[in-house]
């Protein structure tokens, strides 16, 4: 709980905020981190943090950053040395964004430098790291990122692999598909897992009413083309975690109606993916 007086302060300067991503800390505490400003795109939003210790959730602090755009979709990642990592993008339009990341040595209570992430050309498009969901790590160390290329007309899903625990990031290029007209669908913001066998999966939103798939037979390097699955997706976000006992639990909103971000719905599916059943709605 935070005292209503701070809620205030922190919402009339920041009175819009979005895209919340949260973190269990080795120690044990909870820390979330969202972008919040006049609204989104505005050259004021920036990225804000809270952190859950004995059961309260910290006044929200703001990561200074000295870049002058708007911040967008932060990340939150577990380094191998235990570091807290925040990803984040900031720019004005998405085709426009850059990658910048700075870690937490103290769990929470403070935030380093900020690094810009190298645009690295050498493989597919120029890589920025995650976008809005989290990282996933193979059975193999790979550590794959959920990204997207999207300009007026395209919008692209992209996996990002990295094998410097996230430091620098390539891809493959862009993942594509076609709507039920065969027109090119507009498919974004992968959510990862990985069967037994080393092969590696996304889902991702769209704007074609319904969820879309990807799959990975080289444990997450490339991708296949992607195609429709039956669960509808009204062109929002969703994001899903596989459990140690193989369950997969999906979080989306399945309407056909776009934007229309009502109910929320929790998932699950027991065969990899293949099927999914409801198990609650949430509102």
Known sequence: ?????KISKQMKSAPEAHASTILK????????AWFAGANEGADDVRIF??????????SPKQIITNVDAA???????????????????????????????????????????????????DVGLTASGPVKNQCFRTKEG?????????????????????????????????????????????IIQPAIWQSDDGSCHALMRSKSSFTYRTDSSDGGKTWSKAYRISLPNNNSGLDLVKTDDGLIWLLCNPSPIDW????????????????WKTVTNIH
């Open 1 to 5: 709980k935070v005292s209503k007086e």
């Open 25 to 32: 800390m080795k120690n044990g505490n909870l820390i979330c």
């Open 49 to 58: 943090y809270s952190v859950r210790k004995g059961g309260k959730w910290t």
């Open 71 to 121: 911040h967008w979709n932060p990340v939150l990642y577990e380094t191998k040395d235990g570091n807290v990592r925040l990803y984040f993008k900031a720019g004005g339009c998405s085709q426009d964004w850059l990658g910048y990341y700075c870690e937490s040595e103290d769990f929470g209570e403070s935030f380093g430098e900020i690094h810009e992430i190298p645009l690295n050309t």
């Open 142 to 186: 790979l550590l794959l990122a959920p990204n997207s290329y999207e300009t007026n007309s395209i919008r692209h899903s992209v996996i990002e692999y990295s094998e410097d625990d996230g430091l620098t990031w390539k891809n493959n290029g862009e993942i594509t598909g076609t709507d039920k007209d065969g027109n090119d669908a507009k």
């Open 260 to 275: 229309f971000r009502a109910p929320l719905t929790l998932y699950v599916s027991k065969d990899d993916g293949n099927t």
